[in-house]
């Protein structure tokens, strides 16, 4: 099965710029989703697919794929956005498989 | 504005069998492109996918607890269930149902919602 590795934490100073990464396999097949959750929260969806965000996500959320590499970058980050990031794709062991990420535990200075 | 809520005992003794069930709202469980699944947080830790089911032909578990764990879908009560065989302290965690849309034109597949969690703890 595959795996998703992400650094375990990163930190940004208010109204910078940040990138958090998500290496792995499964990301040459297909594209990651990445999630945000909060302390005490279920984790929300903030981009999917190539680089889709839902309804309600701020623009400055924003992903992008390169290789064996997914980023998920903010621009502009706010308060509010720290919380932990989970990258997930599909397995290439099968095409409803599943994999998650480790997380990175994102602080905004 | 669809929801889903686990629901089940929030105590298992080692050894025994966790069931949980995930009831949704706002919307019908059977409808195409949708996807239904579990997914666990162990205290302090990550996300882990357990199981995705499409029907009661479509199942797919993660390899590492294959073994164990039983998926299941009831659509006359719009609900769908994981049951989890001997557990141990390692299958404490929160435990999310979500919902995942997929789109294999666009090469798509997401969790787009989920429940808020229930703490399963597995202790004697």
């Known amino acids: 099965s595959s795996e998703l590795t992400q650094d375990p934490a990163v930190s940004v100073a208010l109204g910078q710029t940040v990138r958090i990464t998500c290496q792995g396999d499964?990301?040459?097949?297909?594209?990651a989703n990445w999630y945000q959750q909060r302390p005490g929260q279920a984790p929300i969806v903030v981009i999917y697919g190539k680089n889709n965000r839902p309804s309600g996500i701020p623009d400055r959320f924003s992903g992008s794929s390169s290789g064996n590499t997914a980023s998920l970058t903010i621009t502009g980050a706010q308060a509010e956005d720290e919380a932990d990031y989970y990258c997930n794709s599909r397995d290439t062991s099968g095409n409803h498989l599943e994999v998650f990420g480790g997380g990175t535990k994102l602080t905004v200075l | 504005h669809l929801q889903l809520q686990e629901s089940g005992p929030g105590l298992v003794k080692p050894s025994e069998t966790l069931s949980l069930t995930c009831t949704v709202s706002g919307g019908s469980i059977r409808t195409s492109s949708y996807y239904w699944a579990w997914i666990r947080q162990p205290p302090g830790k990550g996300l882990e996918w357990i199981a995705t089911i499409y029907d009661s032909a479509s199942t797919y578990y993660n390899p590492s607890l294959k073994r164990r764990v039983t998926i299941s879908v009831d659509t006359s009560k719009n609900q769908f269930s994981l049951k989890l065989s001997s557990v141990t302290a390692a299958d404490t965690a929160l435990y999310y149902c979500a919902r995942r849309d997929v789109d294999i034109v666009a090469r798509i597949a997401y969790f787009d919602y989920w429940g808020q969690g229930t703490l399963v703890t597995v202790s004697s």
């Open positions: 499964s990301l040459r097949r297909y594209y």
